[in-house]
């Protein structure tokens, strides 16, 4: 499985990159404002040390102005995939944009039948977004499980891309299933490693480690 750093905070992104976590980076609206920075130039800064794809999200709804701004968000770097949401004029553009080799995340997806839809257009990445299921009791999970059994029926060459994920178990749980990837904010990533019996074990092992007296 491959891992995508959920977040504009360029820090973040170095840090979780030194740490051998970062494929690739996902933004939206919402981590944009958050950045407090203009969208061209945090992307553009993202991509000069990123080199797996780094997602860039349209804010226009329909398909002339998805189209005008996709073709700014890629222009700033080869590596950008401009994300679109699973609208009509969303699945559209992503036709559009696909056809022109452009990587394309469609994002918002909340169930199959949408991302059957984002398939067909040709999507690069398909983002399921398992918590906000999860949030209003929805099986987030399922969803994940049941676009793998769609596209691996149909041999469908879409990337599903669990998103909106809130928990190491939402990770463990999308590759088990078989996501091919998963973004996730940088807490959640660094989670990964962390487990209190490893902790344990290293303090018991040093304790009866200086007790020897040995140095190495
Ligand atoms: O970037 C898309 C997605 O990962 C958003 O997650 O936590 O805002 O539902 P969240």
């Not at 995508?4 to 979780?16: H, M, P, Q, W």
Request: charged residues 25%.
């Amino acid at each position: 499985m491959k891992f995508f750093v959920d977040t504009a905070d360029v820090k973040d992104i170095r840090e979780c990159q030194e740490m051998g976590l970062v494929d690739g980076v996902t933004t939206n609206p919402t981590l944009i404002a958050k950045s407090g920075r203009k969208i061209t130039e945090v992307i553009k800064e993202i991509c000069s040390f990123v080199e797996g794809p780094v997602s860039a999200e349209v804010a226009a709804l329909d398909y002339d102005g998805m189209m005008r701004e996709g073709d700014v968000l890629r222009k700033i770097a080869k590596n950008v995939a401009v994300k679109v949401p699973l609208t009509v004029d969303g699945l559209r553009a992503c036709r559009k944009l696909s056809s022109e080799g452009t990587m394309v995340n469609v994002t918002l997806c909340f169930s199959a039948a949408q991302a059957l839809l984002a398939a067909k257009a040709g999507a690069t990445f398909i983002s399921p977004f398992i918590g906000r299921l999860d949030d209003i009791n929805l099986p987030g999970m399922e969803l994940i499980a049941n676009i793998r059994q769609i596209y691996d029926n149909y041999d469908y060459q879409t990337n599903i891309l669990a998103a909106s994920i809130r928990s190491v178990n939402h990770i463990t749980e999308a590759a088990i299933i078989g996501a091919d990837y998963a973004t996730a904010p940088p807490a959640v990533l660094k989670g990964l490693v962390k487990h209190p019996l490893t902790d344990k074990g290293i303090e018991s092992f040093l304790a009866d480690w200086k007790k020897t007296g040995q140095t190495i």
